[in-house]
């Protein structure tokens, strides 16, 4: 039996986790991160487009603060989001950024001066001015009032993540990499650790710690197609609905992106039209104005998406070997710009589909369709980022239900969370390891390990006719079809219907190669199951929720209904041999919102059904603003909901010509 003890485990090598790990060895903590794969490599690296904070140096970002960024926030989440947790993220965001310089990202910068830029498909001036000139620059992005996401070309998370993961190895973080956690050791409701199988040999190894966090981000691989890496499997966040003691959050809740390349589904990034770029059908016609006369191209992801797709189903999709697409034009933005800014576009574009985007004309025209992006849903947590039925777990970044997001992501918020996240979470993380006792039972150790330990030896002796191949082929095409971008009732039943003979078949199949290590048949034996969990979650959530909320859009039920359904889906697995999860509900306080649900300004008008309290809640929040109408913007923000930071995050931040105003 072996045991590695430390005082803070995290459990994911990306930014959530390497930010979160840095924030407990300020504090002093032996801390171990624990990867599949080396950290330079985890997925926060294919990020490309740029991380929002609302800096205000632009000429564009001009007037932008906190309370713009909280607006769209909100707004992109379809009011799905904690607008608590909101709030805690746009006051850090600006820190994480400068934080981020300071530890050697080259942040895109600014040049004084006229400069030549795509607005809506036409070329205009922007002037720069002389004291912006060397501050951190930002692009448009969707869904946003203001020019706020910085960018280090279209290569964000690459230099992001490498100047974390050289941060946390300089201060002295442990990296334990090529390991993989199967599942979470917890006692009395109490998380312990995690029983890690090394990856090159097949060993089980107990790591026991005081907190243990999971930041291994979202679980995009349960999709047939998916700009997601093949590592991003959702088994951190298996494991922990495997507890039967913690909640998932709004599984179903799955964003789309507008623009993966056909057919490899790599991203391009929303820079692309952040920056100008538009999209166009098989006529060559720029369709967007059509359905969005306002945001156009940048309206929020879930609306573009499905804009796009309707497109398509309107006999506008181009054909092709691959099935139908539309396209993505950046040509009009010029080679010059492309070649600085959105390099690995064309480096992709080049490499994939032997397309220069450079090129003038409908000869540089990337085929692009929306694909499985990201996953709002995950491990339910408090603000604090701990969950609410599991003391000592934690999590952050895409793995948890924070819950930033809702029902929708907004561009840009990504890196950005997994960044702040990792600085908010890390911190109340780090001091209760710092103020917790280890008390762990050696037999309970031993008794998780032997669990485990069996698990693996009953799938190798399994001698069934099923290969759990075509188990997760048939998983991945029924949510590709049946939970994808639109949804209904008969497709929704037969999804949940078909998932869950597929978790039982899970158990007829045969794995040839029988030995411990080195096994790829035997890593599918064990993950697959568990990816199924987490699609009957997303399944059976889809299903339940009648209305259309952000990336979640029911042809049947087309509109947001605030009345029955502003609430978060929780599921639990309260048995390991349940085939379905337990579906619960929390509601969403309207009387403490400091933005009650409105029309999100984008997407379709009049599909609401209002919440009763809401104009209540409108006439209290214009009552209180007239009884400070000296207030500045802070104090007013605080009378209309409160919100925590850690103590080290309060101060206001600093904006060009505005100072902390």
């Not at 964000?156 to 002295?172: P, S």
């Not at 650790?193 to 990856?199: E, Q, T």
């Not at 789309?256 to 100008?276: A, K, M, Q, Y």
Request: glycine residues 10%.
């Amino acid at each position: 039996m072996k045991i590695v003890y430390t005082d803070a485990l995290i459990v994911g090598g990306g930014l959530a986790g390497l930010r979160s790990a840095i924030a407990a060895r300020e504090k002093g903590l032996d801390t171990i991160v624990l990867s599949m794969v080396p950290v330079k490599r985890s997925h926060s690296s294919a990020a490309q487009g740029g991380m929002q904070a609302s800096l205000g140096n632009t000429s564009m970002g001009e007037g932008d603060n906190e309370d713009v960024h909280f607006a769209d926030t909100v707004r992109g989440s379809d009011w799905g989001c904690d607008q608590e947790v909101a709030r805690m993220f746009v006051a850090t965001a600006p820190k994480a950024i400068r934080e981020l310089a300071a530890w050697g990202v080259p942040w895109s910068r600014i040049r004084r001066g006229d400069h030549t830029v795509v607005i809506n498909g036409q070329k205009e001036t922007i002037t720069e001015k002389d004291e912006a000139h060397g501050l951190i620059n930002a692009r448009d992005f969707g869904g946003t009032k203001k020019w706020r996401t910085c960018f280090t070309s279209d290569a964000t998370g690459h230099t992001m993540l490498y100047a974390v993961a050289n941060e946390a190895l300089r201060r002295g973080v442990a990296i334990h990499d090529k390991k993989e956690a199967i599942s979470i050791i917890h006692e009395n409701s109490r998380a312990l650790g995690v029983v890690v199988r090394d990856l090159l040999n097949g060993d089980l190894i107990a790591y026991v710690a005081k907190g243990t966090m999971i930041a291994t981000g979202g679980y995009g691989r349960i999709y047939k197609q998916s700009t997601n890496a093949i590592i991003c499997k959702g088994i951190g966040t298996a494991i922990a609905l495997e507890t039967g003691i913690v909640a998932l959050g709004n599984m179903e809740a799955v964003q789309f992106h507008p623009t993966p390349i056909v057919p490899s589904g790599i991203l391009l990034t929303e820079g692309c039209r952040g920056d100008g770029g538009v999209l166009r059908d098989k006529d060559g016609y720029r369709f967007m104005p059509d359905y969005e006369p306002e945001k156009k191209e940048l309206a929020s992801r879930d609306v573009v998406s499905r804009r796009m797709m309707e497109h398509i189903r309107a006999g506008k999709g181009v054909d092709s070997p691959y099935g139908q697409h539309l396209w993505l034009d950046i040509s009009i933005l010029g080679r010059e710009h492309i070649e600085k800014n959105l390099r690995d576009v064309q480096d992709i574009s080049k490499t994939f589909n032997g397309i220069d985007p450079a090129d003038e004309g409908s000869k540089g025209w990337m085929p692009v369709l929306p694909m499985q992006h990201y996953s709002m849903g995950g491990i339910r947590t408090k603000s604090t980022g701990e969950s609410p039925t599991m003391e000592g777990l934690f999590s952050a970044g895409e793995a948890a239900c924070w819950d930033l997001h809702g029902f929708n992501r907004l561009g840009g918020n990504s890196v950005s969370e997994a960044v702040v996240s990792g600085m908010i979470v890390g911190e109340y993380f780090a001091q209760y390891c710092k103020d917790t006792h280890l008390h762990a039972h050696t037999q309970t150790i031993e008794k998780f390990l032997r669990k485990e330990s069996d698990y693996l030896d009953e799938i190798l002796a399994y001698e069934g006719d099923e290969d759990i191949f075509d188990i997760k082929d048939q998983m991945r095409n029924i949510m590709q079809e049946k939970v994808g971008i639109f949804r209904d009732e008969e497709g929704l039943f037969y999804a949940v219907t078909e998932l869950e003979k597929l978790l039982q078949k899970t158990k007829q199949i045969k794995v040839g190669s029988k030995i411990r290590g080195n096994n790829p048949e035997l890593n599918e034996a064990y993950r697959v199951p568990k990816m199924i969990k987490l699609a009957l979650c997303a399944a059976k959530g889809a299903l339940e929720r009648r209305e259309s909320r952000g990336a979640h859009f029911r042809e049947d039920y087309p509109k947001r209904d605030d009345a029955n359904w502003l609430r978060r889906t929780l599921a639990t697995w309260p048995n390991p041999d349940d085939t379905m999860p337990t579906l619960s509900y929390e509601a969403l306080d309207v009387m403490t919102m400091e933005m009650p649900p409105a029309f999100r300004g984008y997407g379709r008008k009049g599909q609401l059904i209002e919440h009763p309290k809401s104009a209540v809640r409108e006439e209290e929040i214009e009552a209180v603003r007239a009884s400070m109408p000296d207030a500045d913007r802070h104090a007013l923000q605080q009378a209309l909901m409160g919100y925590d930071l850690p103590e080290k995050y309060r101060e206001k931040n600093e904006r060009i010509g505005v100072g902390y105003e």
